[in-house]
């Protein structure tokens, strides 16, 4: 009698398991929840990210690929530099996949005694900024298959709206990072 409570005790769990997993799978297949809606609030903004980062995209994942040493580095910065460039209060995050952050353009570049400052070896520290696993855009970037995702809060540092828009670096669940652009 035992036996077969425990057979159909697992049994039930695994019809759990294949009906949940397949109603998971189903809402993976869309970026984060109610993205759409929430893009059409702030379109304008999102679209200038959007148009600014997604051309940028093959680029970035290729430095990153290429990322082993100051000189790599030198390059990956330029780039993001040259994005944000076009965007007056513009800033790039470029993150490994587990939230340590590789860049930061608000930060100060080449400065080795500035554990905070854009270096190769403070990204091997992980000094240039804490890990940025927990922001939004960034989270469900790695976390949604689509790769894309968007956020917008107020900043009590600078009292002011941001705005972000975040592309993966890669596969869904093999790649090399997110690339977050924002603007105030």
Known sequence: MKKCQTLTTAAALLAVIVFA????????????????DAYAVYQDKYDSLTNTLQPELSGLLTEMQALQNQASYATLLS???????????????????????????????????DPKSNTYQH??????????????????????????????????????????????LGDYLDNFGTARLSVK
């Open 123 to 168: 990204f091997l520290d992980k000094t240039i900024n804490e890990n940025h696993n927990s922001r939004i855009a960034i989270f469900a970037a790695q976390g949604y298959p689509c790769g894309n995702a968007i956020e917008a809060k107020f900043s009590t540092t600078d009292g002011v709206r941001e705005y972000y828009f975040a592309s993966r």
């Open 79 to 113: 780039h993001a530099r040259l994005i944000v460039g076009g965007l007056p209060t513009g800033r790039m995050v470029v993150t490994v996949p587990d939230g340590t952050v590789v860049l930061d353009t608000a930060r100060t570049d080449g400065n080795p005694s």
């Open 21 to 36: 997993g397949s109603t998971a799978h189903a809402q993976d297949q869309q970026c984060q929840s109610n993205f759409a």
